[in-house]
């Protein structure tokens, strides 16, 4: 990991960091455009690395959830490939080891709202990457963008074959958010579209943006659309690099909302960095991320998981599909002001199961209703264990807070079910979020 961060930067004269540029994987496939033959250097793309940070430890403080204990609280110190480093509460350093965290969470974060996902532009990406980002060029290899939320940070640049979309508009209300997303992010046909604020459609092959403007050829020609008419784009999703998340990896969120995955992660005494899925590495301040959460082979992510029975019982005649990572009616899984990356957006009356085959020892999650539900809802969650209830909630509204779900014993567990049961309303807004369900598999099995 030593040459991932020696890569990013180093040393200026000041002391400070200067920019080292960032190296990206050969793309194999993109929109017509040339493909790769060799490893493009994309100057710029380091989050922060050519900001002039002070070397000054970053005093940040954190709560560390652990597979076994309560949680520990401290300062951030530093995190290596294997070892996290905190100052406790009461003074002493303590070296924790990566394997057993579930969760590092800066706890300075808790009581602050991520900014309306209206009011700024998203880039979403194959990976499961959401950038708060706006793009500023766009040609046929990379997207360079700003951070919407951080402009002191330089530009960024992204490979173009991760891109899915660009979303410049959102709407305020949560009902027209998820039709957008929804329209986006299920888009299958073999087309580049460009929708218009007006809902126009503009389908053809992506050329660029350029001058505030996007191109597109099609049967007619080029067609240019400008940026502030344009709601959002999608891309052609047969040309898009189908990067699967899996393996090691962990999930690194950002105080404005952003999530990326990473396969590494490190930090030195001022800016984490992280080598994405995508492939391309890249550093922020310590004191911009929110949380980062663990997944491999031990730590198990319940959404990589096919469930092997899906039950939806409508309390009336909709039956709504449950949705993994977006809340049950399409959009961002939103509790509270708090953004949530991973986990199930299910109705009332949904139930869904795993074959569990006794391999796992834990289960964790928290529950709530989701904000798209706009303070109303009511709804009961339950945890069943080879069909017992395990564990009830009381009953939810969208003005509940989060309920951290106590762990659940799967010591000798041949099947796990998630359920939400009908609250006192039927199922009116009962827009139900299992946010970041987990397993933690059996030490024996994970020996074999």
């Known amino acids: 990991m030593n040459s991932l961060v020696s890569s990013l930067r180093g040393n200026d004269a000041s002391g400070g960091y200067v920019n080292r540029g960032l190296q990206i994987r050969p793309s194999c496939r993109l929109h017509g455009r040339s493909c790769l033959g060799m490893t493009m250097m994309l100057a710029g793309v380091v989050l922060a690395g050519c900001v002039n940070v002070s070397s000054v430890t970053a005093q940040v403080n954190v709560r560390v959830e652990t597979i076994s204990g309560a949680p520990i609280h401290g300062t951030f110190l530093k995190l290596t490939g294997t070892q996290l480093r905190l100052r406790d509460e009461a003074g002493v350093v303590q070296s924790?080891?990566?394997?057993?965290?579930?969760?590092?969470?800066?706890?300075?974060?808790?009581?602050?709202?991520v900014p309306q996902i209206s009011k700024t532009p998203w880039i979403l990406l194959a990976t499961g990457d959401r950038l708060r980002m706006a793009p500023l060029v766009i040609d046929d290899e990379q997207i360079v963008a700003r951070w919407a939320e951080y402009p002191t940070w330089p530009p960024v640049s992204l490979p173009l074959e991760l891109c899915r979309s660009v979303v410049m508009?959102?709407?305020?209300?949560?009902?027209?958010?998820?039709?957008?997303?929804?329209?986006?992010?299920?888009?299958?046909?073999?087309v580049d579209r460009i929708t218009l604020s007006n809902g126009d459609r503009v389908d053809g092959e992506f050329v660029g943006l350029q001058d505030e403007k996007f191109t597109l050829t099609t049967t007619i020609g080029k067609?240019?659309?400008?940026?502030?008419?344009?709601?959002?784009?999608?891309?052609?999703?047969?040309l898009v690099s189908d990067t699967k998340v899996d393996g090691e990896s962990a999930?690194?969120?950002?105080?404005?909302?952003?999530?990326?995955?990473?396969?590494?992660?490190?930090?030195?005494?001022a800016q984490i960095i992280a080598e994405s899925i995508g492939g391309f590495e890249f550093s922020i301040p310590v004191t911009a991320f929110r949380s980062i959460r663990f997944h491999d082979a031990v730590r198990v992510d319940l959404t990589r998981l096919t469930p092997n029975r899906s039950t939806i019982t409508p309390f009336l005649s909709i039956a709504r599909e449950p949705q993994t990572n977006r809340n049950v009616i399409g959009g961002?899984?939103?509790?509270?002001g708090?953004?949530?990356?991973?986990?199930?957006?299910?109705?009332?009356?949904?139930?869904?199961?795993?074959?569990?085959?006794?391999?796992?020892?834990?289960?964790?999650?928290?529950v709530g209703i989701d904000d798209s539900a706009l303070g109303a809802g009511n709804a009961i969650f339950e945890v069943l264990v080879d069909g017992k209830v395990a564990w009830e909630s009381d009953t939810l509204t969208g003005s509940s807070e989060l309920v951290i779900v106590p762990s659940i014993d799967l010591s000798d567990a041949d099947e796990l079910t998630l359920r939400v049961k009908f609250g006192d309303r039927g199922s009116?807004?009962?827009?139900?979020?299992w946010c970041e369900p987990i397993l933690i598999r059996k030490p024996q099995e994970t020996a074999n």
């Open 251 to 269: 999930i690194l969120t950002l105080s404005d909302g952003s999530t990326l995955y990473v396969r590494k992660i490190v930090s030195d005494d």
């Open 96 to 113: 924790i080891d990566t394997a057993g965290i579930l969760r590092i969470s800066a706890t300075d974060f808790d009581e602050i709202r």
């Open 338 to 366: 708090q953004l949530i990356a991973v986990g199930f957006g299910l109705t009332s009356g949904t139930e869904l199961s795993w074959k569990l085959d006794r391999k796992y020892g834990q289960f964790q999650a928290s």
């Open 223 to 238: 067609v240019q659309t400008d940026i502030a008419q344009t709601r959002s784009l999608a891309f052609n999703p047969e």
């Open 332 to 336: 961002f899984m939103s509790q509270r």
């Open 169 to 190: 508009s959102i709407a305020s209300s949560p009902v027209e958010q998820s039709r957008s997303f929804r329209r986006i992010l299920d888009h299958h046909e073999h």
């Open 428 to 433: 009116v807004l009962d827009y139900a979020n």
